[in-house]
């Protein structure tokens, strides 16, 4: 197993148009996090996925922000319509649990760097 | 609402010294603290918990404390080595109706001087 593994590494993209990112997590992990990181700051919470279902949504995911998981297996994080202000790294971790036993420790990838012209 | 917070946003330390990582939380929810550290390029890496009824774990050089009734907890890595050089961040974690979500801090910067 490879860990978490996210693509494009890097994307940059004129604003206005939309971008879109993968994350294959660790293949037995059956919960998925999507991320975002700016520069200085803590990752902050933006979805979570148990198997296929999303649980979670942050308030910081505005309406132009879609993520899946298909089948419960790899996720993608849409942006449309992207903004200046949505430049960050998107950072992906997954993790295995039942219930609410352990720490629930999350295996990140390296990221998805945006930056919007 | 930054409910962990991290007021250091860098530390020096010499090599061999102790380096002490502070972290202050607001949410009484939380069940359990992790620390992650982070390397240029890539993704955080966990690197040692604590469960909010633990006082204390400890795990070869790297030892969290944890002070339920000051809302605080603490890294302690002795002795620092140049290569714990990195970013740290202190996270909780809450179980709500939507699951488990973990909550990071601002990062604290360590530089271990040789």
């Known amino acids: 197993d490879t860990g978490v593994s996210q693509n494009p590494r890097h994307k940059i993209t004129k604003r206005g148009q939309n971008v879109t990112f993968r994350c294959d997590p660790i293949?037995?992990?059956?919960?998925l996090y999507w991320y975002r990181q700016t520069l200085g700051q803590g990752p902050e919470f933006l979805t979570y996925f148990q198997n296929e279902a999303q649980l979670e949504k942050s308030r910081l995911l505005s309406d132009r922000f879609s993520a899946e998981r298909p089948k419960g297996s790899f996720s993608t994080l849409e942006i449309q319509r992207t903004e200046q202000g949505d430049s960050a790294m998107y950072l992906c971790?997954?993790?295995?649990?039942?219930?609410?036993?352990?720490?629930?420790?999350?295996?990140f990838g390296a990221g998805s760097r945006l930056t919007v012209l | 609402d930054q409910q962990v917070k991290q007021n250091s946003p860098s530390l020096s330390v010499q090599e061999g010294r102790i380096s002490i990582l502070n972290c202050d939380y607001t949410n009484s929810m939380f069940d359990y603290f992790l620390w992650y550290k982070k390397y240029p390029a890539e993704g955080p890496t966990f690197l040692i918990s604590i469960s909010s009824i633990k006082d204390k774990n400890e795990d070869g050089r790297f030892t969290v404390f944890l002070n339920k009734s000051a809302k605080h907890l603490s890294l302690h890595i002795v002795p620092s080595q140049p290569g714990d050089s990195a970013v740290y961040f202190c996270a909780a974690r809450v179980f709500n109706t939507g699951g488990f979500k973990t909550i990071f801090g601002a990062g604290t910067r360590l530089f271990v001087k040789a």
């Open positions: 293949s037995e992990h059956n919960r």
């Open positions: 971790a997954s993790s295995l649990g039942f219930m609410q036993s352990g720490a629930n420790v999350l295996t």
